[in-house]
């Protein structure tokens, strides 16, 4: 019996020696996977980082190629369109010039013609006055003839 009693505290020692050994182990993987973890997700993390820069670089030169293409669309488009609109203005001008002809309004050219002519005849009226008031006083100078 004695045999017995002895080999259990063994026995027991023993397993919890290994049991111990074992945790400990277990304690040390841990703390290096948590090493190796950190260690490899800063590598990890530069590596996305890199990989990020040369995805912006493709991907910028990419938009801009489309940003150059779009704005040269739209400045065709847009010399079209203001060709086109300066058609259209160019018609709707001759339409109206040719209803307001119709309907007796003068044009331009003949209001500027008729303000010279005008501006002339006020000249010619101004003068005409002016030498009259001269004949006039010239003849209350002059003694009356009877």
Not at 24 to 52: C, M, P, S
Request: aromatic share 4%.
């Amino acid at each position: 019996m004695s045999d017995k009693n002895d080999e259990k505290p063994d026995s027991e020692a023993q397993r919890a020696s290994k049991i111990k050994d074992s945790a400990r182990q277990i304690w040390l993987a841990g703390l290096g996977a948590y090493t190796k973890a950190e260690e490899d997700a800063g590598r990890f993390f530069d590596r996305l980082v890199h990989e990020g820069e040369e995805i912006e670089s493709k991907t910028r030169s990419v938009v801009e190629k489309q940003v150059k293409s779009v704005e040269h669309r739209v400045d065709d488009v847009r010399g079209r369109a203001t060709g086109t609109w300066d058609k259209l203005e160019h018609m709707f001008d001759e339409r109206v010039s040719g209803a307001l002809r119709r309907l007796g309004f003068p044009r331009q050219g003949d209001m500027d013609a008729m303000e010279k002519r005008i501006a002339g005849l006020e000249k010619e009226v101004k003068q005409l006055k002016s030498a009259r008031r001269k004949e006039d006083a010239s003849s209350k100078n002059k003694p009356a003839q009877k």
